[in-house]
């Protein structure tokens, strides 16, 4: 078991600079005009708090290997905030996200620091709509919250 946690906190923290990369290249000068989008993006109380889903089937794709046996997460969810006037990356802080299932039972995990994001995996193993509930408390003290609807097809 700790070994399958160490593996995909490893594949995880590796994937992350792919995912930065992604998001701030643009594909303009190669006859690409698209770049990665996020889930949900909302200022709340000066912080820019920008949201990702991502299959963990995806994620293991990418880095171009298997899945571990027995993992039972679908979906890894991200999280990262900058400060909305500045831009400034803020990667310090208690984050904790609740997501409601379609059948309106709730999973709930504290969110891990990971090279300029929170994140950690989730079960959206159904299709239909989740609702994600972000609680956050960065280094400023201030407590603040974030939701939005995920739809899983």
Known sequence: MKKLIVVTTAILALSAPLVVLAMDHDHSG?????????????VVDGVKATFNVQTMADAMKKMEMEMPKGVKETHHISVS?????????????????????????????????????FGADFVLA???????????????????QAKFWYTVK
Do not use: I, W
């Not at 500045?86 to 990667?91: E, V, W």
């Not at 159904?126 to 603040?144: A, E, H, I, P, T």
């Open 81 to 117: 905030f900058h400060d909305a006037k500045s831009g400034k990356a803020l990667t310090e802080g208690a984050v904790s996200v609740k997501v409601q299932n379609p059948d309106k039972t709730t999973q709930t995990k504290e969110l891990m620091g990971m090279q300029g994001h």
């Open 30 to 42: 190669h006859g690409m005009e698209h770049k990665a989008t996020a889930a949900h993006e909302e």
């Open 126 to 144: 159904k299709n239909g709509m989740y609702g994600v509930m972000c609680k956050f408390q960065l280094k400023d003290g201030k407590n603040r």
